[in-house]
């Protein structure tokens, strides 16, 4: 699986950005898909994910903030992210996995990663 960010920009805080991940492969609607972020001098976190049923899980951060869905027909998770804060600011990650060993949190459950693409909310 290969994996494509983008969406990312500058935007004033309060604003919006919707972030796409578009995958390779057959069997995207099996993947669970996730959205990490790393801001400099930081480790990466996570900030959402959405199994192949359809459920999400987000990090606190984000939570009624932000909204992952995946659309299966477009092999695309989304990350659609309003209200946005200068804290925001980071470079956000697309990853997929193929199984679930474990928490949607852990960035090394992950096994596929895309390139990234930078966000930054000026205040």
């Known amino acids: 699986v290969q994996l494509q960010a983008f969406g990312g920009g500058l935007v004033q805080a309060g604003g919006s950005l919707r972030l796409s991940c578009a995958a390779s492969?057959?069997?995207?609607?099996?993947?669970?898909m996730a959205w990490f972020r790393q801001a400099p001098g930081k480790a990466r976190d996570f900030v959402a994910a959405?199994?192949?049923?359809?459920?999400?899980s987000y990090a606190d951060s984000g939570k009624g903030r932000f909204t992952i869905s995946r659309d299966n027909a477009k092999n695309t998770a989304y990350l659609q992210m309003n209200s946005l804060k200068p804290e925001d600011t980071a470079v956000y990650y697309c990853a997929a996995r193929s199984y679930n060993p474990g928490s949607d949190y852990i960035a090394g459950t992950y096994g596929y990663w895309g390139q990234g693409t930078q966000v930054t909310v000026s205040s």
């Open positions: 959405i199994r192949s049923g359809g459920v999400t």
């Open positions: 492969g057959r069997s995207f609607s099996s993947y669970t």
